[in-house]
């Protein structure tokens, strides 16, 4: 009788900032009530009452991790985010305005752990 070590199957669904170049590293987290929709690939921080929220400077602030999936905070209240592992370049973004990362900003990723591809 053969043996097939195939146990299962793992298929991401939806729009992800994360990529598998890496083992990615995930944590959830509560976010800001009532603070819009938070993009995947948005990199968050903490406010001054421990809620993620979209990060506007990188350096001045603690990155917490990327956003992995669309959040919208007048409904969701947690997110799921990318705290060690390769994130899709072309979906990274910073603030409330989702602007696109400068060099700076993704080499300052690479600080805590994740990588751009």
Known sequence: MPIN??????NYGGVRASTTGHPPVF??????ADN???????VLAKDGDGKLVPCEDLVAETVQGVNDAPV???VDTVAQ???????REDML???AAATALTVADIAELKTVGIFAD
């Open 36 to 42: 819009g929709i938070y993009p995947a690939g948005v």
């Open 27 to 32: 944590e959830t987290g509560v976010v800001k």
């Open 72 to 74: 919208d905070t007048s």
């Open 5 to 10: 070590g195939v146990v299962g199957t793992f």
């Open 93 to 95: 973004v910073k603030g």
């Open 81 to 87: 985010y990318l705290v060690h592992g390769t994130a």
